[in-house]
């Protein structure tokens, strides 16, 4: 299904063919002025409108306006000749006005105009249609109906639908014929009449084509000018590290990770900017010795140190054609090269595209402080400081259910911190907490009693029972929950103070109903006291997010860091999200886990950069607070040791993180050095 914003012109009352150049110009013109418009052309009050269409695999097809609350339909009149087998499953479609263009897996293209009510069909002569492109249109543009057309034997073609014979001035790619075309679409800068259309290709072999298709629209007599292309070359390098041959783009990250000297892109690069002075140069090495580039650390060495010289070389080629990073890449990492593992780790990931990655890497250093002062902190300190509500605060509370006014929320609208999509990851007291707020306030702009359940269960997972006692005491009795709302309202207000807990047994004046789906059972479980059987009941019914609100608000110590430990579980071995999964494992201090889950995923390369990052921020965090902790045991040699805050790392699982990571070094090498550099 596709669909555009401006509204379907309506039939003109006299329809004309294809062949005809007055029509074409005419049926043009007012589509172009609807565009622009974008009003209807018989009603110029009108509000905007909007138009999409859809497509069946049995090659139904459906157009329809909607203009406000009113939704007009349009049906296409198809001719016998425009009729397929029923072995013609529609594959691909395109919708742009007046175009409705459907390709099926015989090779069938179907086209209707919305404007003239025609429509036509012929046949590719190809195998099925697996994408329809339009070409962008400008102001003077004789033709709308041009299409790319990419089949499923990896060639494409170009039609212009709104020639008498499409197939006879098409485009069958006679640029490239041994390159076989994953994906295309048309680049959409095209601004004039006379700029050529530009046609961008993806090929199998990591390849990245703009292909220029210039058109002579000037007809006359039925006749066309000659139609060609040519291929444009990008007059400097592409710098997309993806399209790299996958030992090259490995290489190269690794040497990210591992850190080199952000002059080492700028050095050679082909159009130097002026912007990239600041960034300091390495001072003069050897001939061909660059060692220089790579950046000194003091921490413990993983793997083989002689490695990431060995692939600086493999890389010499792109980085003398300047074809690495761009200037602008190159700058963000100037300004975090020199942050850590875990900062580099995360570009790395970034300019790869995987930004689930990323997203862990800059977790990562919170993840970790989380668990080290959850362990600090002793579970009887933190049940101490549990504020209770003095006689005042219950009886305005008295006095808020008597008048049965709704918890104030002015508190939950208090402006909080916001990372974006690391959100997505939170496991922090404040973080859940400031999320559940924020659909306690969703929920009190809804009407109805689910909206009113969902609220009051965010109120008592995040601590606020007397908000809750008020919002279910205010219940009015003609509702069909106001006994099971009454009886969670008894039970919750005894954990909160005697005299509410007298008014709410007063209000409630007759017997317990049976409750059914919902979430009672873990409301009286948490008026108890009983939180960890609640976190458990909410994971067992799929709760997890919930379980973990609850738990961060009441939870402690190894109570609170197994309900984390049960969601890191799920989310690896049901979610498949690994790199959340490895957030939760640190946030939990369950390290071993965690290096289990990358073992697991034969991730030996993020195996070896997670300890180095886990062990330079655990450094940090112990020279900033300048407390004397116990360090755990883990040692690669017998000069400096691995600091990690969990104990039940030891020298074995370190030692092993090591030498798996030196094989996949040394592997990787090999693969470099039988891999030829890729340039056009």
Request: glycine residues 4%.
């Amino acid at each position: 299904m596709e669909w555009t914003l401006p509204t379907a012109p309506r039939p003109p009352p006299i329809q004309s063919s294809f062949s005809s150049k007055s029509s074409i110009a005419t049926s043009t013109t007012n589509a172009s002025f609807s565009e622009s418009r974008i009003t209807s052309t018989d009603s110029s009050g009108d509000d905007l409108c909007e138009s999409f269409a859809f497509a069946l695999v049995n090659g139904a097809l459906g157009v329809f306006e909607v203009h406000g609350r009113r939704i007009r339909d349009f049906r296409p009149k198809w001719p016998s000749s425009s009729f397929v087998s029923a072995d013609g499953l529609v594959t691909a479609m395109a919708f742009r006005l007046p175009h409705v263009v459907m390709g099926d897996r015989l090779g069938n293209i179907r086209w209707w105009d919305v404007t003239t009510g025609l429509s036509s069909s012929f046949n590719t002569h190809r195998e099925g249609i697996r994408r329809i492109k339009f070409s962008p249109v400008v102001p003077g543009d004789s033709s709308r109906g041009r299409i790319a057309v990419l089949f499923y034997d990896n060639t494409f073609s170009v039609f212009d639908l709104d020639t008498a014979d499409p197939l006879a001035y098409s485009l069958l790619q006679p640029q490239s014929p041994g390159t076989l075309v994953l994906e295309l679409d048309w680049l959409p800068m095209r601004t004039k009449r006379d700029e050529p259309l530009v046609l961008c290709i993806a090929g199998a072999d990591s390849s990245f084509r703009l292909i220029e298709v210039s058109i002579d629209d000037v007809k006359a007599n039925s006749s066309s000018k000659a139609v060609f292309l040519k291929e444009r070359f990008r007059p400097m390098p592409l710098c997309s590290p993806v399209l790299f041959p996958m030992a090259h783009a490995l290489a190269l990250r690794m040497i990210i990770q591992s850190g080199v000297k952000p002059s080492w892109f700028s050095l050679f690069s082909v159009c130097k900017d002026a912007s990239l002075g600041n960034i300091a140069e390495t001072e003069t090495t050897a001939a061909g010795d660059l060692r220089g580039y790579i950046i000194e650390s003091t921490l413990p060495s993983v793997g083989d140190a002689v490695v990431p010289e060995l692939l600086l070389k493999v890389l010499e080629p792109y980085r003398r054609e300047g074809c690495i990073l761009d200037d602008e890449r190159v700058r963000s990492y100037a300004s975090l090269a020199n942050k850590g593992f875990a900062a580099r780790s995360a570009f790395a990931a970034a300019i790869f595209g995987d930004f689930s990655e990323a997203l862990f890497w800059l977790q990562l250093p919170r993840a970790l402080a989380h668990a080290v002062e959850k362990s600090s902190k002793k579970s009887s300190q933190e049940a101490s400081q549990l504020a209770s509500l003095s006689d005042t605060e219950s009886i305005a509370m008295l006095n808020r259910i008597t008048s049965r006014e709704k918890s104030a929320s002015g508190r939950r609208r208090q402006e909080t911190t916001k990372f974006g999509q690391l959100n997505l990851m939170a496991f922090k007291q404040q973080e859940l907490r400031a999320d559940a707020n924020e659909r306690i306030l969703w929920h009190e702009k809804l009407d109805g009693e689910e909206a009113i359940q969902k609220q009051v269960h965010e109120l008592i997972s995040i601590g606020d029972l007397e908000g809750a006692v008020a919002l279910l005491l205010s219940t009015p009795p003609e509702g069909s929950n106001f006994y099971p709302n009454a009886l969670r309202a008894v039970a919750l207000s005894s954990a909160v103070s005697r005299s509410l807990h007298e008014l709410a047994v007063k209000v409630v004046a007759a017997n317990m109903i049976r409750t059914d789906k919902s979430l009672s059972g873990t409301h009286l479980l948490c008026a108890v006291g009983r939180h960890q059987e609640a976190c458990s009941q909410l994971q067992d019914a799929g709760c997890w997010i919930d379980a973990a609100t609850l738990a961060s608000t009441h939870l402690h110590g190894s109570d609170y860091a197994r309900v984390l430990l049960r969601w890191a579980d799920n989310v690896l071995h049901n979610e498949h999200n690994i790199w959340r999964a490895l957030v939760l494992y640190v946030a939990a201090g369950a390290l071993q886990e965690a290096f289990a889950a990358l073992r697991d995923a034969k991730l030996p390369d993020t195996a070896a950069m997670f300890l180095v990052a886990c062990h330079e921020i655990y450094a940090q965090m112990r020279s900033e607070s300048e407390s004397s902790h116990d360090p755990s045991d883990g040692i690669v040699d017998s000069k400096i040791k691995f600091i990690l805050p969990s104990k039940n790392i030891d020298d074995d699982d370190v030692f092993a993180v090591s030498e798996f990571y030196g094989e996949y070094q040394r592997k990787l090498v090999h693969l470099c050095m039988d891999s030829v550099p890729l340039f056009d």
